[in-house]
């Protein structure tokens, strides 16, 4: 089967600090895509990072980066200078070629 | 220029009707979706359609019809609503059904009362 766990249900880091969100999936494919997608309060799913499976490179944009281990099947979000913008809901999702798993979600509040 | 869009924002309705949600894309996308985001932030997929065909169908009640008049539009159908409907529903779309990123709307919250 396939999953995909978020650990952390809710998170909180003040303004400009870094913070790092988990996620583990678990999965019997070789080749796939990771993602992960931020809900503002305004519940639109935006898409902040996706990451090959068959790329080593970790991807980054801009202030976004991801930790993605493979072996661990592991794929972390790391928010760098953190703003009050990136108060969210963020959901880590896996895409096998078939259907999308997602996440049950990370809470982030940035606090000023 | 809104790339997905959803219509109705909101839709509060007794138990037991029949409702509509619209779904449009100006992507020029050829795969549309809809997710269901329970009251737990959990997202599931109910069904996908690529060029207007159903491709994926997820265990859901019989009452929940999509309809996809073309590429452009997948609108989901909901018969005889139950209390357990309410959620919010997203509809996303890609430009194909494998590798591509895929664009939600803003979703459509659904209270039934």
């Known amino acids: 089967a396939q999953t995909v766990t978020q650990s952390q249900p809710e998170m909180s880091v003040q303004e400009a600090e870094t913070v790092t969100l988990s996620c583990t999936y678990d999965?019997?494919?070789?080749?796939?895509?990771l993602f992960w997608y931020k809900q503002p309060p305004s519940r639109q799913m935006i898409l902040v990072i996706r990451?090959?499976?068959?790329?080593?490179q970790n991807a980054t944009e801009n202030r976004f980066s991801v930790n993605f281990q493979k072996a661990a099947k592991s794929f972390s979000l790391k928010i760098s200078d953190s703003q009050l913008g990136d108060t969210a809901m963020y959901f880590c999702?896996?895409?096998?070629?078939?259907?999308?798993?997602f996440g049950s979600g990370t809470k982030l509040n940035v606090k000023p | 220029d809104t790339a997905v869009s959803q219509t109705p924002k909101y839709l509060v309705t007794q138990m037991g009707n029949d409702k509509s949600i619209k779904c449009e894309q100006n992507?020029?996308?050829?795969?549309m979706y809809w997710y269901k985001q329970d009251s737990k932030k959990f997202l599931k997929i109910m069904f996908s359609y690529n060029n207007k065909e159903l491709i994926i169908n997820e265990t859901v009640p019989n009452r929940f019809s999509p309809k996809s008049p073309d590429k452009a539009h997948l609108n989901l159908h909901i018969n005889s609503l139950e209390l357990g409907d309410s959620a919010v529903y997203f509809c996303?779309?890609?430009?194909?059904?494998?590798?591509?990123?895929?664009?939600f709307g803003p979703g459509t919250r659904l209270l039934v009362l």
């Open positions: 996303a779309s890609s430009q194909e059904t494998v590798k591509e990123t895929q664009y």
């Open positions: 992507l020029g996308h050829d795969t």
């Open positions: 990451q090959e499976a068959y790329k080593q």
């Open positions: 999965t019997s494919e070789n080749n796939y895509y």
């Open positions: 999702a896996f895409d096998n070629f078939n259907k999308f798993y």
